[in-house]
């Protein structure tokens, strides 16, 4: 029985006419010929341990050579962080993985969800800088790797968001002058390329700041994440309370209630709630931007990656070590993808639409 | 909004009055923005006067005194002057973006198509690309390609050579060119010292950052023209069908013309992107306009102008953009719906 399902099945999906015939053959024919070398390169063939490392150089056994990440993992998960108190990035990791999870957990409820929040990034601070409770002061050029990768796009949603939503009511707003200004705002970041914006934060912000006065590289790095992610995010937000019948606002009025309150309590939290998937894909778009401080400098997990590589045994293992970073990004940026279609689905029955967000 | 629908104090407090209200807000808000202008210019001033730096754009025609590693159709050497070097870049921005954005459009159109293919295998195969394509960060491929051609690919002297002429090695792609305007003849590319002479060739850099924009946008352009596809109704394509047209036909002359009506918005959006993040060349050294801009303000200490002409030359770019496509929207447009 079940044998007959998966015959009409496969007659159904795979041979149904012969063009379809035709496009399956070739599929599996090239899969053939590629699927059995990718096998032998990356795992037969490959040298896992960086106590081989020769092996890596063998060129008459052609095998990836992901002993390179076996032996810089700490480095890529921590930065130079001292090894002694590496447990805590390590906790850090694991909070904000837990948070993120969290989040998507429609159990738990918005008030609860923000006191969490709150309390988490609070702690994650102290973990990283330290200087309390008896722990001792890590000063923020030593973070990196992993943990400075989720930490600036964490930080940078959990304050771009507040701003967002600001810079959106902003847009729509009667008073013209306030209009004007998020508009100008708003469009002239969305118009120009992040890197443009990071550049201006490393080399501009300190000429406008006076004489004596200095941000630290990282947090001007991510003070620009946060002005940008902004303006990106309003746009959702935007998007969410257009989706909002005018009669709710109305009927908000009539009741007497004020602005801040009608949008408080009526059309902000419906708004959210319509935005919540284009929202997870903006922050897919911010999390995989955040590699862009690779190029000032800042020790985000694909610098750490590349600067593994410049070390003279591991040089020309290029191939190997960006197709881990990738894998890396992979890891967290599918399973979001996979929650905002799944929300996509649930709000819009029957349609397969997704709506992609990038910077 | 009737302004007195929710001022339920006015008579008592006219400040709370709504009209009253508006105009304080504003006026705090442009007084914040005054102030915080103010502020920071009068630091810049300072800063650039101890800085000895002169502002305007007077460096613009002064030596630039680097060398730019691709100059394609431009001629340029260190001696020209900084303004001759943006030029430079700026072509560089638009030799690459604009074939990234033909080429990943028909990708993404083939891919669009393939993930609603009755045959399920390349439906698998076409998502499972865009998934992978769709969450790893554009740098990381961009380093990534360019690892695989610079490591990869073997020295100029093993090149490979797929088509006669064509070779590929880990110094880039060389291939033959037109002898002449009015001939047939090709002028094949040589092997000489450690590269090719004679035809045409692609740096690393611009292959790398050609290959990785293409397929990272296609893969953005396919999901959106698979939802364009799936927008139209479904009796649209029984009724064609059963009118008698075949399944190209369908495609081409019913799904296909209503389909872009929903497409072309979102995709100019992507070409602006695309556009944008060709800036990521200065990530794998390829000399676009950020890359220049970059250097010249390195070199000069001009941090606001070089990016007062990065975001000038952006805005530029996106406004263009947005126009030809908006032109080609209403060509496509609903007749007699309103615009």
């Known amino acids: 029985m079940k044998a007959k399902i998966t015959l009409n099945w496969t007659s159904a999906n795979l041979f149904s006419n012969w063009p379809n015939t ?226 709710q606002e109305e009927a908000a009025l009539a009741l007497g209630h004020g602005y801040w309150q009608r949008i408080w309590y009526v059309t902000l939290p419906q708004a959210l709630r319509i935005a919540i998937p284009p929202l997870v894909n903006t922050f897919i778009g911010f999390f995989k931007d955040t590699s862009l401080v690779v190029i000032i400098g800042l020790f985000d997990f694909l610098t750490t990656i590349k600067i593994a590589l410049t070390e003279p045994r591991w040089t020309g293992f290029g191939v190997e070590a960006y197709m881990f970073a990738a894998l890396g990004y992979f890891f967290f940026c599918y399973p979001m993808s996979r929650y905002s279609q799944r929300l996509e689905r649930k709000a819009a029955p029957g349609r397969g639409i997704s709506t992609t967000t990038e910077f | 909004m009737p302004a007195d629908t929710t001022g339920r104090n006015q008579s008592a407090r006219p400040i709370f009055h709504p009209r009253h209200r508006a105009v304080v807000y504003q006026a705090l808000l442009a007084a914040a923005v005054i102030l915080a202008a103010w502020y920071f210019i009068s630091n810049a001033v300072e800063n650039l006067l101890a800085r000895r730096i002169a502002s305007g754009f007077g460096f613009l025609s002064r030596e630039a005194g680097f060398e730019i590693g691709e100059t394609a159709l431009l001629t340029y050497s260190a001696s020209d002057s900084y303004l001759r070097a943006l030029a430079v870049g700026l072509f560089n921005t638009f030799r690459v973006a604009l074939p990234a954005i033909l080429i990943s459009s028909l990708i993404g159109m083939a891919l669009g198509l393939a993930r609603l293919a009755p045959n399920w295998l390349l439906a698998k195969l076409a998502s499972a690309y865009v998934e992978v394509m769709r969450n790893v960060p554009l740098v990381v491929q961009l380093f990534f390609w360019y690892a695989v051609i610079t490591e990869s690919l073997p020295a100029p002297a093993d090149a490979l050579s797929p088509l006669p002429g064509v070779f590929l090695s880990n110094r880039g792609f060389a291939y033959p060119t037109l002898a002449g305007q009015f001939t047939l003849a090709l002028d094949y590319p040589a092997l000489s010292g450690f590269g090719f002479t004679g035809g045409g060739s692609l740096s690393p850099e611009f292959a790398a950052l050609f290959l990785g924009l293409t397929l990272y946008t296609a893969a953005f352009i396919g999901e959106i023209v698979r939802a364009g596809i799936l927008s139209v109704d479904r009796g649209q394509f029984e009724a064609a069908r059963s009118l008698g047209l075949s399944g190209r036909q369908v495609m081409r002359f019913v799904i296909l013309p209503q389909a872009l009506r929903v497409i072309v918005p979102p995709v100019t959006s992507q070409y602006l992107n695309c556009t944008k993040n060709s800036s990521l060349a200065v990530a794998i050294g390829y000399p676009d306009l950020v890359a220049i801009v970059n250097t010249t303000i390195n070199q000069t200490g001009q941090a606001i102008e070089g990016l007062a002409i990065i975001m000038l030359v952006y805005l530029a770019i996106s406004l263009g953009i947005s126009s030809l496509m908006n032109w080609y929207n209403a060509r496509i447009a609903l007749r007699g719906a309103q615009s």
């Open chain 1, 22 to 247: 035709f496009t399956t053959l070739v599929i599996v024919y090239l899969a053939w010929q590629l699927i059995f070398p990718l096998i032998n390169w990356a795992l037969v063939n490959a040298v896992w341990s960086p106590s081989n490392a020769s092996l890596c150089r063998d060129t008459a056994r052609p095998g990836a050579c992901w002993a390179f990440v076996a032996d810089k993992y700490r480095f890529i998960l921590f930065g130079t962080f001292p090894a002694d108190q590496q447990w805590r990035p390590a906790i850090v990791i694991v909070s904000l993985l837990a948070l993120y999870a969290l989040s998507a957990w429609p159990i738990v409820r918005r008030a609860q969800l923000i006191a969490i929040w709150i309390v988490g990034l609070a702690t994650i601070g102290l973990l990283m800088w330290g200087g309390l409770f008896g722990l001792s002061y890590v000063e923020n050029e030593r973070w990196g790797g992993l943990t400075l990768t989720l930490l600036l796009s964490t930080f940078g949603i959990a304050f771009a968001f507040p701003l967002s939503i600001l810079l959106a009511l902003g847009r729509r707003s009667e008073l013209r002058l306030i209009r004007w200004f998020s508009i100008g705002y708003i469009e002239l970041i969305r118009g120009v390329p992040l890197i443009s914006v990071l550049f201006m934060a490393s080399v501009m912000l300190p000429l406008f700041l006076p004489a004596g006065v200095s941000i630290d590289k990282l947090l001007r790095a991510q003070l620009a994440m946060i002005l940008f992610a902004a303006a990106y995010l309003a746009e959702v937000v935007r998007g969410g309370l257009q989706a909002i019948p005018r009669q």
